[in-house]
């Protein structure tokens, strides 16, 4: 009876933590409940959800990718740059940084393959570099759009939903499918699994990670679309600590750090307790400060959790 009752705890430990936010909020806020809140809730994590996506594919791999905030704030800046200082058409503009960001992933995937630098460095190092491209291209200040229609993705909606959200929708629905029903997917818990008995098998592990980067490039730079469309401006601080928060969503989602094991299905999970606690945390009025050392100790959390699941696994099977 303890053991069944532990594994019903293990199993919808997620869902009993992000209602007891919804209740703790509720109770000392009483705006938080209401419906206009919780549309701007689904709003607010639409962008870290879309690359958290990506980064569910990079951390089953037992790779890291520190580069998807800085990717956002490149793709931004490339794109509001072309648009306002080249005069090129929007869509233009947007598929040309939506392609660069695509690239960066690639990049990413280049170093570890080839060079077989460690995933840490490798996306610490993009990271870094394209913070530094978002600050010369906006030239250390915003670059603000005047084409009123591109408001649309960030900020339009359709009936009573918002359109990053539909989008975020999208790219959880795509991960699911390459997950769950495809090779690719099969390979990638594979290689987070056992890599070298995934090579041994005949798959390319080198290409797959090659994929998965460049996955998480591509929806880092819609989310950059998305992020600039909500603003109407690309501000040369973009993106910046929204990997950590990623991270942490996609960790708290049951993704395991060491790879191989997940489902993307609860990430989403992960990024609504996320959104949640930002969100409470502001409607509290709590200090800023204060809500930087509270996302660190989630994150904590989540990777201790990650590891009490890992341990007790592995004493089950061992027993």
Known sequence: MKTTISDILSKYTLYLILLALLAFFAINSPF??????????TRQVAIFGICAVGMTFVILTSGIDLSVG???????????????????????????????????????????????????????????????????????????????????????????IPIPV??????????????????????????????????????????????????SGFLSSIAGVVFLSRLMSAQPTAGQTYEMDIITAVILGGVSIKGGEGKISLVIVGVLIMGVLANGMIMMNINPFWQFVVRGIVLLFAVSYDKFMLNRRYSITSS
């Open 32 to 41: 938080f409940l209401t419906g206009s809140n919780l549309v701007n809730i």
């Open 70 to 160: 800085a990717i956002l704030g490149v793709v931004a800046a490339i794109s509001a740059r072309l648009m306002v200082h080249h005069d090129v058409h929007p869509v233009l503009a947007t598929v040309f940084a939506v392609a660069v960001g695509t690239s960066c992933g690639l990049i990413n995937g280049f170093f570890i393959n080839r060079i077989g630098l460690p995933p840490l460095i490798t996306t610490l190092a993009t990271m870094t570099s394209l913070r530094g491209a978002t600050m010369l291209l906006t030239d250390g200040r915003g670059i603000f759009l005047t084409v009123r229609p591109y408001s649309v993705i960030g900020q339009g909606y359709v009936g009573f």
């Open 166 to 215: 539909i989008i975020m929708v999208i790219a959880f629905a795509f991960g699911y499918i390459l997950l769950e029903m495809t090779k690719f997917g099969r390979y990638v818990y594979g290689i987070g699994d056992n890599e070298e008995a995934t090579r041994l098998s005949g798959v390319n592990v080198n290409k797959v990670r090659y994929g998965v980067y460049a996955l």
